[in-house]
């Protein structure tokens, strides 16, 4: 019983230490990003003031809005950039309790998931934003000039990301679920238009209410499941053939009845 208290309380340290360590390198970057706090949030905002009209800005209601959106967006930022040490330190926790099999599969997928993950959200910023935007200020009658508030546009624009950054992690569920057995690459063949459905519903739901939004989400989940079928399909590997097969009926008649003759014989 002491042993497995010590044990356990050995692994709550380990497991402050590598969040302390984790917490110290998100700090660091966003302590060197501060400074330029104003200008990433000009970035991140740079697709919507693109498609306001000229001499419009965004506007923000609140007293203490002006400083605290600008550190969010930098802290959101230096997480990014600090991601590799965070994923580190986990990696470093759990690799232990893994056996050589599982360490093999697990480092490509957390590669590979946070990899998707940020490329969805690129994908997001550099094409997604600039067509709904764009969409969006020309649908907008002529007698309004649109003025967005920053606070909630960095809310739609997180939003956005986390949509977007999930979807592309399609293909590594795919891969989990075909790995751990729970389906088969001819059964996510069979359902793929429940999928294609399902998917246009989801991008329905947490995109804004334009079909051009609907499409961009819902056509890149499509494709991504189609690439997680490919990869599983991959790196699945054939059930192996079983070194022994049982005789049939025909066969074991056979078989007693040479066995039955060679004793005739032999008397």
Known sequence: MNEMQETFIAHLVELRDRLLRAMVALVIVFICLM???????????????????????????????????????????????????????????????????????????????????????????????GTVFRFIAEFAPKSIVPAPDIEQYLSFVMSMFIAFGLTFEVPVAVILLVKAGVVTVAKLREIRPYVVVGAFVIAAIITPPDVISQFMLAVPMCLLYELGIMLANMISKPAAEPDYVAPTAVEMDRELDRIEDAEREGK
């Not at 740079?46 to 609140?62: Q, R, S, V």
């Not at 600090?82 to 997928?109: C, D, M, N, S, T």
């Open 35 to 129: 400074p330029w706090a104003g200008e990433i949030y000009d970035v991140l905002a740079k697709p919507m003031m693109d498609t306001l009209p000229e001499g419009t800005h965004m506007i923000a209601t609140g007293v203490v809005t002006p400083f605290f959106v600008p550190v969010k967006v930098t802290m959101m930022v230096a997480f990014v950039l600090a991601l590799p040490v965070v994923l580190y330190q986990a990696w470093a926790f759990v690799a232990p309790g893994l056996y050589a099999h599982e360490r093999k599969l697990a480092i490509p997928l957390v590669a590979g998931s946070t990899l998707l993950f940020l490329i969805g959200m690129a994908f997001c910023y550099f094409f997604v934003f």
